[in-house]
């Protein structure tokens, strides 16, 4: 390959978009070549910093506060809409008309910019019972493993307990803990640990959202939560309905049901297994009379029914909440999760793997225990737990990686199937990432 | 197929002001990264970008290059940052906190909004290429699958996108911060 074809190939090259052979070349050039070696290393240096800003700004999600005050401001003389009016009559309608049946009072698809307003107006009258809240405390239940990913389902997993203790004034701090796995913003910086793993990871700065629990703190913010959803369901066509109901205290309840799709094939590997990426049919309940919300349900919509997935069943407005809440104590022998992976002294053979022979080499090493080889593999040292699970395991087979629109553009999935030293054999997908700095393959999940 | 950027200007002046959101959704991230780079409060950072789009629509009418319109909005969230800086000193005039909170800021200024201006500097296919790789997370082959180009022509834009953008900072390391100053909103 001579200096135009390098050039030519250097993004594809770069994204690992070239077949082995190509890429071979690439990197034979690149090694003999000064000149194209600094286009490389100023090509990826760019594109550390882009990965970077994409990175930080994963979770920014202005669209919904965005567009409902936009449409405060289209509509601001307009007081009251003809579907206002509508909504506000037959809202009267439902109340003291069943003592237990729910009334559907209203199931419609809201097409026009005026309704969008007038319903928005409608469904917020409740969340500005709390728009000036200090404070909030949710208790809720979720179908995950107690130390799986914050944003994590799986419907045929119990029940496990989690909470979140959010301050917004006069400093937003958090906490979002599940029994095996705690996050919290103390206002100065954001911190993980993942217990069983004695894994830590923190961000230096105070985030108002990480390690993918925008979800939860999306619900928790009450005053925007459901005009988000109904937003979210004009723009992208859910149904959406609203119903009153008497409830066991023998107050009426306004019931506001939102379907919402995560836009997924559903033939993706990563369809239904966490919160973004499930069709689900949530459920929220206000007290009308005081207009506070009162309990949320998630149903994951799967093809075999509906399965309850989330369950919040315990609200407590401005309490005061300990500042030491905000805070928790990390084990001495912590292990911390790295963001970008050094270099190895010999990091070119392991960058010029494919996920497939990745995966391959690291279940390998588990199997020969050498924790070091299979440390190259990982973001952090090899955990005890992962140690003794997979030492001394049987490797039977790798196969073709494969992709998800639900994932990264970096992250592929290997399935595999190995015997362990108790002699189970297991079949599962390896979830592997690229790393941008080093160019090596690292564990990312599906262990 | 995806309108450009001044399609949905004239599509929001023309009375579908809900295309706005393609827009917002469109220049969410790279703005609050830009203003990331300015205001080191997160939650400042959230409200300054809100702003920002918020007066950008009030103002869309007055935008003279409608294909401009994310270089137009940076020098409005510049502008906005600058107010809330001001603000936040005048609340806090004697308080370390904001002592160190504007030294970050004018620190950071050095380092990091450069990269979104150059990105609004880029002629909109290289800008879209790169917004979709980076900041929707999307692969080379979802990109081509999206606009419905060959694969070797997305490699190629960004191949092309990656020397404007270091032409560009190159440019911009010995010169002040030029967003737009001559349309205001």
């Given at each position: 390959?001579n200096?135009?074809?390098?050039?030519?190939n250097?993004?594809?090259c770069?994204?690992?978009l070239l077949?082995?052979?190509?890429?071979?070349?690439?990197?034979?050039h690149?090694?003999?070549?000064a000149?194209c070696?600094?286009?490389?290393?100023?090509i990826?240096r760019?594109?550390?910093?882009?990965?970077?800003r994409?990175q930080?700004?994963?979770?920014?999600?202005?669209v919904e506060?965005?567009m409902?005050?936009?449409?405060?401001?289209q509509f601001?003389?307009e007081?009251?809409?003809?579907m206002?009016k509508?909504?506000?009559?037959?809202?009267?309608?439902g109340?003291g008309?069943?003592?237990?049946a729910a009334?559907?009072?209203?199931i419609?698809f809201?097409s026009t910019?005026k309704?969008?307003?007038a319903?928005?107006?409608?469904?917020?009258?409740?969340?500005?019972?709390v728009a000036?809240?200090?404070?909030?405390h949710l208790h809720?239940?979720?179908?995950?493993a107690p130390?799986e990913?914050?944003?994590?389902?799986n419907s045929?997993e119990?029940?496990?307990s989690?909470e979140?203790w959010?301050?917004?004034?006069?400093e937003?701090?958090?906490?979002?803990e599940?029994p095996?796995?705690v996050a919290a913003?103390?206002g100065q910086?954001?911190?993980?640990l993942v217990?069983?793993?004695n894994l830590?990871m923190k961000?230096?700065h105070?985030?108002?959202?990480a390690?993918d629990?925008?979800w939860?703190?999306?619900i928790?913010d009450?005053?925007?939560?459901?005009t988000n959803e109904?937003?979210?369901?004009?723009?992208?066509?859910w149904?959406?309905s609203?119903t009153e109901e008497?409830g066991t205290?023998?107050?009426?309840?306004?019931v506001?049901?939102?379907?919402a799709?995560?836009?997924?094939?559903?033939n993706?590997?990563l369809?239904n297994?966490?919160f973004?990426t499930?069709?689900t049919r949530r459920?929220y309940?206000?007290?009308?009379?005081n207009g506070l919300?009162e309990?949320v349900?998630?149903?994951l919509?799967g093809?075999s029914g509906e399965t309850?997935?989330?369950?919040?069943n315990?609200?407590?407005?401005?309490?005061?909440i300990?500042?030491?809440?905000?805070?928790?104590?990390l084990?001495?022998?912590v292990?911390?999760y790295?963001?970008?992976?050094?270099k190895?002294?010999?990091?070119?053979k392991?960058?010029?793997?494919t996920a497939?022979?990745s995966?391959r080499a690291?279940?390998?090493?588990?199997?020969?225990e050498d924790w070091?080889?299979?440390?190259?593999?990982?973001p952090?040292p090899v955990p005890t737990?992962?140690?003794q699970?997979?030492?001394g395991?049987?490797l039977?087979?790798?196969?073709?990686?494969?992709?998800?629109?639900?994932a990264?553009p970096?992250?592929?999935f290997?399935?595999?199937?190995l015997k362990l030293?108790?002699?189970?054999?297991?079949q599962?997908n390896?979830h592997l990432?690229?790393?941008?700095?080093s160019g090596?393959?690292?564990y990312c999940g599906g262990i | 197929?995806?309108?450009?950027?001044k399609?949905?200007v004239?599509?929001?002046?023309?009375?579908h002001?809900e295309d706005f959101r393609?827009?917002?959704d469109?220049?969410?991230k790279?703005?609050?990264a830009?203003?990331a780079?300015?205001?080191?409060?997160g939650?400042?950072?959230?409200e300054a970008?809100?702003?920002?789009f918020?007066?950008a629509?009030?103002?869309?009418k007055k935008?003279?290059?409608?294909e401009?319109?994310y270089?137009?909005l940076?020098g409005?969230a510049?502008r906005?940052?600058?107010e809330?800086?001001r603000?936040l000193?005048h609340?806090?005039?004697d308080?370390?906190?904001t002592?160190s909170i504007m030294?970050?800021a004018?620190?950071?200024q050095?380092e990091?909004y450069?990269?979104?201006e150059?990105?609004?500097?880029?002629p909109?296919t290289?800008?879209?290429v790169?917004?979709?790789?980076?900041y929707?997370g999307?692969?080379?082959?979802?990109?081509?699958?999206?606009?419905?180009?060959?694969?070797?022509t997305?490699t190629k834009?960004?191949?092309?996108?990656?020397?404007?953008?270091?032409q560009?900072?190159?440019?911009?390391?010995s010169a002040?911060p030029?967003v737009n100053?001559?349309e205001?909103?």
């Amino acid at each position: 390959m001579n200096c135009a074809e390098c050039r030519e190939n250097l993004v594809a090259c770069v994204e690992g978009l070239l077949d082995r052979e190509e890429s071979l070349q690439c990197q034979a050039h690149l090694e003999t070549c000064a000149a194209c070696r600094a286009e490389y290393t100023a090509i990826t240096r760019l594109q550390r910093q882009l990965v970077a800003r994409g990175q930080a700004t994963a979770e920014v999600s202005l669209v919904e506060p965005v567009m409902r005050q936009v449409h405060r401001e289209q509509f601001k003389p307009e007081r009251e809409t003809i579907m206002s009016k509508l909504l506000k009559h037959r809202w009267g309608l439902g109340l003291g008309a069943t003592a237990t049946a729910a009334v559907i009072i209203l199931i419609a698809f809201l097409s026009t910019p005026k309704i969008q307003a007038a319903a928005a107006e409608v469904m917020t009258k409740g969340a500005q019972a709390v728009a000036r809240l200090a404070s909030i405390h949710l208790h809720g239940q979720v179908r995950s493993a107690p130390a799986e990913n914050f944003g994590d389902v799986n419907s045929t997993e119990d029940f496990t307990s989690i909470e979140l203790w959010k301050q917004f004034e006069p400093e937003l701090k958090w906490r979002i803990e599940k029994p095996g796995r705690v996050a919290a913003m103390d206002g100065q910086s954001t911190l993980l640990l993942v217990k069983p793993m004695n894994l830590a990871m923190k961000i230096s700065h105070p985030a108002s959202s990480a390690f993918d629990t925008g979800w939860l703190q999306k619900i928790a913010d009450l005053s925007n939560t459901i005009t988000n959803e109904l937003n979210n369901a004009l723009a992208k066509g859910w149904k959406l309905s609203l119903t009153e109901e008497r409830g066991t205290d023998g107050r009426t309840k306004s019931v506001v049901t939102v379907e919402a799709k995560a836009g997924l094939p559903d033939n993706d590997y990563l369809k239904n297994k966490s919160f973004d990426t499930s069709d689900t049919r949530r459920v929220y309940r206000f007290d009308s009379q005081n207009g506070l919300l009162e309990a949320v349900q998630v149903y994951l919509a799967g093809k075999s029914g509906e399965t309850l997935i989330f369950e919040l069943n315990q609200i407590d407005y401005n309490q005061s909440i300990d500042p030491s809440v905000f805070q928790f104590e990390l084990p001495a022998n912590v292990n911390w999760y790295k963001e970008e992976l050094p270099k190895l002294a010999d990091n070119d053979k392991y960058a010029n793997m494919t996920a497939q022979e990745s995966a391959r080499a690291l279940f390998e090493a588990c199997g020969r225990e050498d924790w070091v080889e299979a440390g190259k593999f990982f973001p952090m040292p090899v955990p005890t737990l992962f140690r003794q699970y997979l030492g001394g395991l049987q490797l039977i087979s790798v196969g073709e990686p494969f992709n998800s629109k639900g994932a990264g553009p970096s992250d592929v999935f290997v399935p595999y199937e190995l015997k362990l030293k108790d002699g189970s054999v297991k079949q599962m997908n390896l979830h592997l990432r690229k790393d941008t700095q080093s160019g090596r393959w690292f564990y990312c999940g599906g262990i | 197929m995806d309108l450009t950027d001044k399609e949905y200007v004239e599509r929001c002046r023309d009375g579908h002001q809900e295309d706005f959101r393609v827009l917002v959704d469109r220049y969410q991230k790279p703005l609050f990264a830009y203003l990331a780079g300015r205001l080191r409060d997160g939650r400042q950072v959230e409200e300054a970008a809100q702003e920002s789009f918020v007066r950008a629509f009030l103002s869309l009418k007055k935008l003279r290059k409608p294909e401009s319109f994310y270089s137009w909005l940076l020098g409005i969230a510049g502008r906005v940052a600058k107010e809330q800086l001001r603000s936040l000193k005048h609340r806090q005039q004697d308080c370390e906190v904001t002592e160190s909170i504007m030294a970050n800021a004018a620190d950071s200024q050095e380092e990091n909004y450069p990269l979104e201006e150059a990105i609004a500097a880029l002629p909109e296919t290289y800008r879209q290429v790169i917004l979709l790789r980076y900041y929707e997370g999307l692969s080379c082959q979802e990109i081509a699958t999206r606009l419905a180009l060959p694969l070797g022509t997305v490699t190629k834009t960004l191949s092309r996108a990656y020397a404007l953008l270091r032409q560009e900072l190159a440019a911009r390391e010995s010169a002040e911060p030029t967003v737009n100053q001559t349309e205001l909103p």
